[in-house]
RNA sequence: GGCGGCAUAGCCAAACGGUAAGGCGGCGGUCUGCAAAACCGCUAUUUAUCGGUUCGACUCCGGUUGCCGCCUCCA
């Protein structure tokens, strides 16, 4: 049984698939205007955790993240940098896909991309014209926010309080300042396709509906993505794809809490941004992905520099735990479900954390046994998306340094050690760490 | 202004009505020629604050204070 907090109805829920043992996921994906950082990589992580329960669960799991690769600030940002908007989009694509790769994020079943199902987009407006709920103006349509009687029941909103928000834009092109654009007029010298509207591009919210009705049907199980898609960008995709089909989109809707810098949202906007690409540089990916699941995902989590490196050193005591005690394939059943069943809870990987740590207490203690556990819990960071082999050691360095090591162990045995320390500082510098102990001399690459 | 969320130790964080997990850091110890690593022990009589419900509240209800998100492009 797996139950997760449903924004749709504001409950934690069991969930029910549509079909059994099967489940689909859409993932709302970039829209590629700037580089991919960790707020998004958060978002990411995340439906990769939910995807991994599932299977391991047993399910079926289809997944499909988009790439939004067309909008106006693509259209702004590649102008500046005096690129097609395809190749500057592309950039973007390719260094959230090597990321994604290097945090050992599943791939999704495919990730389409809204440039590359312009019909199926127009196809759905036209629809929506068909049934009354669009307008066209000027090469311009819009959604009729007012007669989609359901709208708001995500985002809890209510149409009067919206209107009475004095944030709105005002378009005189619209009839009601709530309706927003399914299909944007091209201005000179923008990109466009061929519609029955004219030349022009699709707004921001219709290539979701399209997309996901596309390869996951008019109705899905889950669709994910940050809280602050909830609204208008979820609310408008509900509006458009049950207007369309008059059959509900999807039935689970999962939203992770941003990340903030400074008490501010990480954005793109807000150019508060770290790149992932640039932080993989300075951590890995293990202790990145740690660094997520210490928060649960419906809360904020505050960056600071400092707890990268926290989650490092957490990290690295449970790889060395689970490295140097495992053997064999003995688990401990008892401590395996209770690990499944907080994942199952809500995917509450904090507390799934805090259950090994304790385990690797009492392991110390004496309480359990060391290499079950280690088993164990090796098992448990394999379904969580960890990789465990240790560091790619050449074979033959391997025997230099234990030829070095030896040396210096000959050297220590004749008291010399001006000259053990020595060698000791040199392998330093290539990151080498020598560790004496009663047993002898381990070393080990930091 | 409207809607929603959050407040737990030095820092991060779990807890879903039954009496405060865990991580990081710090301190003390074991081990070591010294050191590092590893391991052990200690580190919240109390959950922003004031009331209420209950045999019992971090958990439920109401007020106050502070922070955040959305209402405009966003994961």
Known sequence: MIEFFNTLTGKKEVFKPIKENNVSIYVCGMTVQNRPH???????????????????????????????DIDDKII?????????????????????????????ILEPYYYPRATQHIDEIINLVETLIEKGYAYVIDGDVYYKTAKFKDYGKLSGKKIEDLISG???????????????????????????????????RPGWHIECSAMS????????????????????????EIAQSEAATGKPFANYWIHNEMLRIKGEKMSKSLSNFLAVSDILKKVSPNALRLYYYRTHFRSPLEYDDGSLKEASSS???????????QSGADIDGDLFDELIKNLNNNFNSPKTLGIMFSA???????????????????????????????????EI????????????????????????????????????????????????IK
């Open 166 to 200: 004095a944030r709105i834009e005002i378009n005189p092109k619209k009839h009601d300042p709530l309706d927003f654009a399914l299909w944007k007029k091209a201005k000179e010298g923008e990109p466009y396709w061929y519609s029955p509207w004219g030349k022009g």
């Open 213 to 236: 009705m596309k390869y996951l049907g008019e109705t899905f199980d889950i669709h994910a993505g940050g809280t602050d898609l909830i609204f208008p960008h979820h609310e408008n």
């Open 360 to 394: 690797i207490k009492d392991a110390n203690n004496g309480i359990r046994d060391k290499q079950i556990t280690a088993n164990t819990l090796r098992k448990a960071l394999e379904i969580l998306g960890f990789v465990l082999e240790g560091e790619k050691k050449e």
């Open 38 to 68: 960790l707020g998004h990589m958060r978002a990411y992580v995340m439906a990769d955790l939910i995807r991994r329960v599932f299977e391991y669960n047993g399910y079926t799991v289809k997944m499909i993240q988009n790439f939004t």
């Open 315 to 325: 990290f690295e005591r449970m790889k060395r735990f689970v490295m140097e005690n």
């Open 76 to 104: 702004e940002r590649s102008r500046e940098f005096d690129m097609d908007y395809r190749v500057f989009g592309e950039r973007y694509i390719k260094e959230y896909i090597e990321s994604s790769l290097k945090m050992n």
């Open 397 to 444: 360095s391997d025997k230099v340094i234990d030829t070095v090591v030896g040396i210096r162990d000959k050297m220590r045995a004749e008291k010399l050690f001006e000259y053990a320390d020595f060698v000791r500082d040199e392998l330093k510098k290539l990151n080498i760490e020598i560790l004496d102990s009663k047993d002898g001399t381990k070393w080990r």
